[in-house]
């Protein structure tokens, strides 16, 4: 068999491993090859249109090239503050530069003034540390949205498509927006908000199926991003809210038009899932994927030194969910800082053993 249909897992024993966009291919024959494939924004190229969605504490650098690894076509920053990066804040700054950053990558800020924002993403434009520059306005947190900025944006859509205008104004890269479908249950104005983000000049649309009010509770509302596909035309528009299963992009693009896919809970724990959306089977295998754990691990611990341990938990929580060992892991493991025992007890949960220390 050639280099191409034989991938070459020897990466997973060694976390530094050069990048190899092997999996970002979907594979022959795969059953969603109608909605899986190469998309623009702008006139930057993703190898496909699954993206992963950016998540505060979650989507370091680590998890984002274990992504990409994985197939994921485009990952995006946490949201870093337009504030801290004018002031060059140093935490901020480290945050959005990766090292191995696969490429194309975004870098998300966010704010509520122009001018704020257009200095901001400049000065990351100028690093060339990423290919598209992303606003968010879908943060529920009250810290963002009692400044204007966040969620907060889609009740001050005038504010929010100046913002747009003047950021595109002053980079080289596109830029585009992650929405809310509106502020609450009684102002879902997706439609004619995203209406205006195009006006604009936003170059990519994703919306997150939920409400500012909703926060990351209750189902995603996949019925009021019907129509947006149509609207948005040759703009890619990303869905996003609750996509874990081959079946919810089939299903979404139907119900929506959309262009793109943008996974985030749904893959903390499992981030082999991009690799089967692109139908690639190697991951099935638990053997396999306790590979994929302890590489994240490692990989993690090259970047943050025994600090990693700690960040890790939100990871290792979502490895251990959905298994019938999975609260005893838990209780073994939720106080642990010594990375060698999580990745022994952790062996012994993918190959499904009796667990260190439990009788
Ligand atoms: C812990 C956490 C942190 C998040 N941080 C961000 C963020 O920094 N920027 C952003 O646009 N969305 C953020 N989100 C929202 C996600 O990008 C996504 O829109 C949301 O989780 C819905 O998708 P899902 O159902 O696939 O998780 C965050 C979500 C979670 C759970």
Partial sequence: MSAQTTPDLAWLNSPSAKFDAFFQSPAPGNSLENFIRPIKIGNV????????????????????????????????????????????????????????????YGVQIFGSEPDTMARAAAIIDQQGICDIIDINMGCPVPKVVKTGAGSALMNTPELAAEIVKRVSEVVTVPVTIKCRIGWSQNSINVKDFVKRMLDSGAKAITVHARTRQAGYSGDAQWEHLEELGQICEDVPFFANGDISEPEHIEELHRRTGCSGYMIGRG?????????????????????????????????????????????????????LKNHHNAAKARRILCDERDPHRIIETGQAFFSDLPLPGIT
Avoid at 66 to 76: E, H, Q
């Fill in 45 to 104: 190229l993703l190898p496909n249109n699954l993206v992963l969605a950016p998540m505060a504490g979650v989507t370091d650098g680590s998890f984002r090239l274990l992504c990409s690894r994985l197939g994921v076509g485009y990952t995006v920053s946490e949201l870093a503050s337009s504030k801290a990066i004018i002031m060059q804040n140093r935490q901020t700054l480290e945050m959005v530069r990766f090292q191995s950053q696969a490429r194309p």
């Fill in 267 to 319: 893959c903390v724990g499992r981030p082999w899932l991009f690799a089967e959306l692109l139908g690639h089977s190697q991951f099935s295998d638990p053997k396999t994927r306790f590979r994929v754990f302890r590489h994240h691990l490692i990989d993690m611990l090259m970047e943050y030194g025994p600090k990693a341990v700690p960040l890790f938990r939100v990871h290792l929580f979502g490895y």
